[in-house]
């Protein structure tokens, strides 16, 4: 089967249930058509075997990515209940395979001579799922290893489920607003009560917590979100936690984060606390000569306090860099207004990654998606599709979500960015955010054309992924770069010298983000190894004692960590693929734009996709192992 066409998607509702419905039950149909041939075909070649195998990886791929994304972003509630009533059987399924004996012994004495080294890396790695799976256990354990895989995947459909769902807002005092800019101002009209409302929305909370001038509309907003999905989330998370511990026993593992890290680069749970170690050697004396500047700084505007909380930060971090630095939060948004972004994050990535972005008139879920084919010399590489504001009902942070996966000469890959940005002025973190989200969505186009499934797009190690996207960050630092789309009102482009001053200036506080970034990382593998019987309280603990600004009391910020569900205990893997990153920005030596070393990248790192292990990715790129080295001068701001 070929099909080079991009996906057609439906035009109204009614067209859309019915493909949240019978995408996956067709895909699920031919998944089994396939096992049934595996079972019972003897005449079949390794080669054979593995091809069908994959054509049900395809299958499986189909079935999910159009029901994750669907159910994180179709507006009208049945659709996206539609879509959500299909993952867990298609989850299950997934899962369900691998303890098949019947399936297992197609594969298990399978000779792989003969096989290129694609084909023997998928037999390798296909072996070591069966075994992850569960299926050499006797016939009870078995059994009790479906029902808590099923348990698990409809506790993650819950948890984002209500992530989703819980919105938060506050109102306050129009004089609450102090510090926000005028056009948000503007946005936030006076109601009939005499307050203004806010939202847990980015849009909202993103502007508040760096530029309100009010301590108290900081915490109130910060405090709301960080109880989203609360109490709701509370059993979810406590049984998730429990059905993961004794999945992993009864497979044979230490705990369920040795069961995740096996098939990362880390290898092992053990290895996640040393490494979280090494991010506490590196970031603890500068966060300490880092944090009295920031607790000064706030007495000069409360002076009774006697700890920086979390809601004090951003506006902290911000207030700072423009006292110290120079750097005038208002002015450098002034140079971000989101359509001339989204142009020049376009544009940027052409010129990086050789390709053009052709717009396309497309049905989509909503009339804020824009879709464009991306081509290469007059191909169509790929599709991607970019719904980038919020709503009800939708996705709340900011992610790439696969919609259909690329196979070689068979199908084309597509992919989504599910974001929220205001329609208006940018805050230059929302530009970095939006470069970051698109590295995810470039190597999933640029990385689609691989022949196993299993090893194309983004699908390399989780504790690598990152990195492609971590590095794209750079490039919204960049003057030359940014002189090419970031203009204002009148038309003139940000100026180099303010660019400097900002970077200078975001090497304060880098390493207390780091130390945030560290409690986020304990949280997410303490809980996972520990499973506390009081999660607000452990939860708290760890954030109190991994970061001296302070967490707001009495909080459940757990019940709204959406990457619990799908991390798991590995969280480790923002700072390990940052790691990574800082590496592979070395080589580039200060010029982000130099096309030999962007055409290397791009042929070693991006379209390969995930058909080499990723330690051999980096290593083919930069010549030589990844260290630790660029990653500890970044934070020390050299």
Known sequence: MTDTEPLPLPTDVDGWIAFATDRPVGRRARVAHIDETLRTDAGLSVLERLRLWNDAEAALREALDASYLVSESHPDARVREA????????????????????????????????????AARMLAHLRRDFRRGGVDLDDSARERVRELTDRDSALCVAFSRNLRESRREIRVDPAALAGLPQDFVDAHPVGDDGMVRLTTDYPDLMPVREYASDRATRAALVAAYNDLAWPANEPVLAELLAVRAERAELLGYTDWADFEAEPRMIGSGAEIPRFL?????????????????????LRRDAPGADEVALSDFWYLLSTLKHERFDVDPQLVRSFFRFERVVDGVLATTSRLLDVEYTPVDAPSWHEDVRTYDVVRAGARLGRIHLDLHPRDGKYGHAACFGLVPGIAGRQLPESVLLCNFSRGLLTHDEVVTFFHEFGHLVHAILGGHQPWVRFSGVETEWDFVEAPSQLLEEWAWDADVLATFARNDAGEAIPAELVE???????????LEVRRQLGHATVSYRLHVEHPADLQAATETIYATTSPVQPLPGLHPYAGFGHLTGYGACYYTYQWSLVIARDLLSAFAGDLMDPGVAARYR?????????????????????????????????AGS
């Not at 050697?281 to 700084?297: D, H, T």
């Not at 001053?501 to 390493?511: E, K, L, N, P, V």
């Not at 042929?603 to 500890?632: C, M």
Request: no cysteine.
């Open 83 to 118: 879509a959500e009533a299909q993952i867990e059987q298609t989850e299950s399924l997934a899962s369900s395979r691998l303890l098949d004996r019947g399936l297992w012994a197609v594969f298990a004495d399978a000779a792989d001579e003969g096989l290129d080294g694609q």
């Open 277 to 297: 170690g090494r991010l506490d050697a590196a970031s603890r004396e500068a966060a300490a000569q880092e944090y009295p500047v920031l607790l000064e700084r």
């Open 501 to 511: 001053r900002m970077r200078t200036a975001d090497a304060f506080g880098r390493a």
């Open 603 to 635: 042929a070693e790192i991006l379209e390969r996709g995930g058909s080499r292990d990723a330690t051999d990715l980096v290593g083919a790129f930069l010549g030589r192992p990844f260290s630790f080295d660029a990653y500890r001068d970044w934070l």
